[in-house]
């Protein structure tokens, strides 16, 4: 009995101590472990450090090459805006200079179109219902305006009539008859049913639809005149006093409307849907 308990207590011991002897084994392969990554932490730690030097060193060369590029931003801004600026100037003065082109002339709308027509005759004997005289010579080219209506098409509708005058002063008396008499016809001028005719300045393109614009405008916010003469566009509230309090405007352009009189009924709408 003594023997054998003395046995079993040697066979724990043994097993204990190579438990034991494992242990410090894991121990200091976890100690190789740990210096191996303090190793990689330093390591890590220095590449940090150079890093940063590295960043320390190109901080003040990046500062200034943004600066630079901002510099230049600005430089090309300006030049843009100046750029634009020259090129809304060449416009404005390429408009006037058209519309300048087009002093001596006007533009009759109404008469009926037919086959084979003499303009300058319609026109003679236009110029007698106003009590207006007027020569053959007085007249550089008469004809219509754009294509020939295709087959097909409205034919109802005619072409104005687009006359150059020899002197810009023969226009302005035709103009100022033709705004004396409202009820002007094609009645004893052609030989069709009687249609109501009209006298215009002759202008460009924009400033017809300038024109247009302003009347919708100045309808929509309660001026009661808008008028063209010689080209230019001009507005009123309302009957000048005698104190002028309410002058005539001139219009230029869509933003003197935007300013002077009110944004566009399609501009407020957008607006108020937003």
Same mark, same amino acid.
């Given at each position: ?32 472990? !740990?210096? *191996?990554? /303090? ?8 590449? #940090?450090?150079?890093?940063? $030097? =590295? ?41 006037? !200079?058209? *519309?300048? /082109? ?8 109404? #008469?009926?179109?037919?086959? $084979? =027509? ?53 226009r302005d008396e035709l103009l100022r008859a033709a705004k004396s008499r409202k009820n002007l016809t094609s009645e004893n001028i052609v030989n069709t049913s009687p249609s109501n005719i009209y006298l215009n300045e002759r202008v460009t393109k924009e400033k017809r639809l300038l024109f247009r614009e302003a009347r919708a405008r100045t309808r929509t916010y309660g001026f009661r005149f808008c008028w063209m003469r010689d ?44």
């Amino acid at each position: 009995m003594t023997r054998g308990t003395r046995g079993s207590a040697m066979l724990d011991s043994d097993t204990s101590v190579v438990e034991l002897l494992n242990e410090i084994r894991e121990l200091r392969q976890e100690i190789k472990d !740990l210096k *191996q990554n /303090s190793n990689d932490i330093c390591l890590l730690r220095q590449d #940090v450090q150079d890093i940063k $030097a =590295e960043l320390a060193n190109l901080s003040p060369n990046f500062s200034q090459h943004v600066a630079k590029f901002n510099s230049i931003l600005e430089a090309k801004d300006q030049e843009i805006k100046s750029l634009k600026l020259t090129i809304s100037q060449f416009q404005t003065t390429l408009s006037v !200079l058209e *519309q300048s /082109s087009l002093r001596n002339e006007i533009e009759v709308c109404g #008469v009926p179109e037919q086959n $084979a =027509e003499n303009l300058t005759h319609i026109l003679m004997t236009m110029s007698q219902k106003l009590n207006v005289e007027l020569q053959e010579t007085d007249i550089d080219v008469i004809s219509r305006a754009g294509p020939r209506p295709k087959i097909g098409n409205d034919s109802t509708k005619s072409r104005p009539i687009v006359v150059k005058l020899i002197r810009k002063a023969k226009r302005d008396e035709l103009l100022r008859a033709a705004k004396s008499r409202k009820n002007l016809t094609s009645e004893n001028i052609v030989n069709t049913s009687p249609s109501n005719i009209y006298l215009n300045e002759r202008v460009t393109k924009e400033k017809r639809l300038l024109f247009r614009e302003a009347r919708a405008r100045t309808r929509t916010y309660g001026f009661r005149f808008c008028w063209m003469r010689d080209g230019n566009i001009y507005i009123r509230k309302n009957e000048s006093g005698p104190s002028g309090q309410f002058p005539a405007i001139r219009i230029q352009s869509m933003e003197d409307l935007d300013k002077l009189v009110g944004s566009s009924t399609s501009t407020a709408n957008t607006d108020n849907s937003d």
